[in-house]
């Protein structure tokens, strides 16, 4: 299929180790929305699923927030028991319409949800690291759950846990997975980032960082500040109803080069 958006970034410097990584597919789905009181987000997610899994060689697939449209468990067990039918491995993030503690959907009480109907799923932390084929990819958590709200918020102990994973990883190039973009496509300060200098700050400290991939604004942006590829991607539930597949390749002696894929969901 011809590709709808393709986006392409190589870095002249050199990484510590590059030939630990190779080439690597896999897709992003933000924005879901999923409700059992909404048909529409039903279909198109059944959809989103049966396409990618005619997608060869996919690694994974990232849903970055939003996967329901409210912090319900019947929704969310719904949501899983659809998600299961993909081929590949899924992984999670929280969105700011996740979760609410006081309504019993908790991040806790989220994860427990997606491990009861998915016995394979392994991260027990909304923050969490994926090694695969020589990359690092580091899952963060930037909701809230106490009194949710479209501003992300990345907490002081959330962002010394990244500075670890970071220095820990200093030798591989990381992909960081995320609802709430720090470079957003459109300014908007209702959805914005809470403190964004201190999530910079530590960026800064280091030079592993190769992308940053995002959701929450269902509008599509890809911008490079400072060596790093900031990746929005557009709603699921909103047209052009899509995903975005997402090849990074590996060339000896340089630093990995990104391309991107928006693939739209055939909805009548």
Known sequence: ???????????LTLLTSPALAKDIKFV?????????????????????????????DV????????????????????????????????????GDHDV???????????????KTYNWFYKPSQPNYVIKKKGFV??????????????????????????????TRYEKR??????????????????????QPEKYFEVLNKHKNVIAIVSGHYHLNGEKMQNGIYHISTPALLKPPYSYKIIDIVTTKEFSPMIYTELRPVDVK
């Open 28 to 56: 992003q789905v933000t924005d879901v929305h999923y409700a059992l009181n909404n048909d529409f987000s039903q279909e198109v997610l059944e959809k989103a699923v049966n396409d990618i899994n005619k997608i060869d």
């Open 137 to 166: 990819f580091i899952v963060l958590d930037g909701a809230k759950e106490i009194i949710p709200g479209a501003i992300g918020y990345y907490k002081d102990n959330t962002i010394s846990w990244l500075d670890k994973q970071l």
């Open 1 to 11: 299929m011809k590709r709808l958006f393709i986006n392409l970034f190589a870095i």
């Open 173 to 194: 190039p990381v992909i960081i997975l995320q609802h709430f973009p720090l470079l957003p496509p459109k300014e908007l300060n209702s959805h914005k980032v809470y």
């Open 100 to 114: 609410y503690k006081a309504g019993g959907l908790s991040k806790e009480n989220y994860i427990k949800t997606i």
């Open 59 to 94: 690694s994974f697939v990232i849903f970055t927030g939003d996967n329901i449209n409210r912090p319900k468990q019947k929704d969310l067990v719904s949501f899983v028991k659809t998600i299961n039918k993909l081929n590949a491995p899924y992984y999670i993030a929280f």
